[in-house]
């Protein structure tokens, strides 16, 4: 009876670590499946968004590009080894799903969620919703938790994936998040950075012409906050709604 007891201890503990573990969520508009993570109250993607339902040209202005990508087809994109390691590398009205126009001009969606190009359900994260995932990774006593902070401690270093980036300055990955080196495509129609830094848009505007991203480099432990231009093509790393 104790045995028998025992087993049945042991199944409850199982079924509720494996409730634990978020499923894999499957973008219903091309199938791809992505790993996902639960870090605090929120569920991460676990890879950069890969949903392309066109591809630009290198020197447009805004929209969806892979990093090398030189405007052979659409189904050209999809067979480099970029995109299955990356995925796409957005401009910021691509991410949000919106206009070329607000490339240069203000949203005015606030912190408010705003879905973008994620899919249903996940949306593009804000800078605030950035900051609660630095706040609950951060171990670091000294860290200044501030609404204007530029980096984050050592956040960086745990959210990292533990390879791809360059030697010795992998993650260590503690949360699964698997953050990778993914470069950008710089708004002047050139690819650059790859495997040293990854990028990543937030749906928060600062300037017409201007919207937050959060990095990691592969120099540091940190991450950080910069506001770049919004045709830059970067990553996009989709939040679950809840």
């Known amino acids: 009876m104790k ?10 503990l199982s079924c509720a670590c494996a409730r634990e573990v978020p499923e894999d969520l499957i973008d219903q508009r091309d199938g791809r499946v992505y790993r996902t993570t639960r870090i605090g109250d929120q569920t991460w993607m676990a ?90 990774a951060d171990t670091n006593p000294d860290f200044e938790r501030t609404d204007e902070r530029i980096n984050s401690g050592n956040v960086g270093k745990k959210l990292k994936a533990d390879s791809v980036w360059a030697e010795n300055m992998v993650g260590t990955n503690d949360y699964n998040f698997n953050a990778l080196p993914g470069g950008m495509r710089y708004f002047t129609g050139f690819f650059h950075k790859k495997i040293g830094y990854g990028y990543f848009w937030t749906s928060t505007e600062v300037y017409e012409k201007s919207a937050v991203y959060r990095y990691l480099r592969d120099s540091s432990d940190a991450t950080f906050k910069g506001i770049p231009s919004k045709r830059l093509g970067l990553s996009v790393r989709c939040l679950k709604d809840d």
Request: proline share 3%; glycine share 10%; net charge negative.
């Open 3 to 12: 045995y028998l007891k025992a087993i049945i201890i042991v199944a409850i």
């Open 47 to 136: 890879e950069n968004l890969g949903y392309m339902p066109y591809v630009s040209e290198v020197a447009a202005d805004s929209g969806i590009w892979v990093f090398g990508y030189d405007g052979k087809s659409k189904e050209w994109a999809e067979g480099l080894q970029n995109y299955t390691d990356f995925g796409c590398l957005y401009s910021w009205s691509a991410a949000m799903d919106v206009s070329n126009d607000y490339r240069n001009s203000w949203l005015g969606v606030g912190d408010s969620l705003h879905q973008g190009i994620c899919p249903d359900g996940w949306h593009l994260p804000s800078d605030k919703e950035w900051q609660s995932l630095e706040d609950y």
